[in-house]
């Protein structure tokens, strides 16, 4: 019989760091005990780090005694290059993408102009001053409905709105002003949206998702059960084989490693836009891209454990 190789990390401790202090603290707790609970059944010897306010996530990571960290985080900090770099300083390898890659990904606009630099289509966009100078509705006065209104550095949905009346379009881009970043709006792209699971550089495979809504918002997301997940996605073979292309090259762009779940809405006509890509995909077990995972027949847990021997 074959040997098993064995893993990159194998007898080493591994901190499951969750929580944080984002926005999406909640989800975050959710995938970090969906992964402990499998690194545990696997036999590692896990353990769990949530990163509250009051505590010093460095410290903890180096008085966890861990030789790996299993990035469970979500957004600010987490998602954005923080995390990375604070491993990276403490020589602790840590999963998924590193410092530049995450920072990039995780800001819209960079990822936008870095997406058009390489050819890549997304929706056509313009970036909105920081404050509100009374000129927005000036600006934009020419713009077609409805639009996208997004902050350009959050996730799942938090702060994007969509604008169908003129009316609509002051309190959403307030809205999306509360997260201090910068503020982006986009033509809205009607049509279904399609995920991409990538792992290591190759597509796993893709999730078609059908909003019961116009969009994909946060209690789509997380609350509504109307929302259809179709794998493999219904769409015409070529659009899916498009789709994929665009996400594997936005990762490669981007300088990603380990998982990301890019995401792309695909116009009505079969055109393929890219809208971000995220390196750090929700990972519940109930989550999109362990759900891609298994239809290509890698269990969650065999997930967790490929994407631990990723960690640099
Ligand atoms: N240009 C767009 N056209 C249509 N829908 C969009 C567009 N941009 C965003 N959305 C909707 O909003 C959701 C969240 O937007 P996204 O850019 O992926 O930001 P995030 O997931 O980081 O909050 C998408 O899944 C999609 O449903
Ligand atoms: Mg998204």
Redesign the pocket.
Known sequence: MAEIPKHRFAGARVAVVMGGLSAEREVSLKTGAGVLAALLERGWDAVAIDWVPSLSIGRAIEDSGCAVVWNALHGTDGEDGALQGLCQCLRIPCTGSGVLASALAMD?VMSKRIFESCGLPT?RWALLPHVDDGGDARALADWPLPL?V?PAN?????G?SLVETRAQLAPAIALARQFHGQVIV????AGT?VFVGILDGEVLGSVEVR?ATK???YEAKYKRTDTQYLIPAQLPADVIARAEDYARRAYLALGCSGHARP?L?IALDGAAFI??VNTLPGMTGTSLLPKIAKSIGVDYPTLCERILSSAS
């Open positions: 819209k929706p996208i997004k959050e996730g799942s949905s938090v994007v986009e033509d809205y792209i949206e909003p969009f994909y918002d995401d809405r809208l971000e």
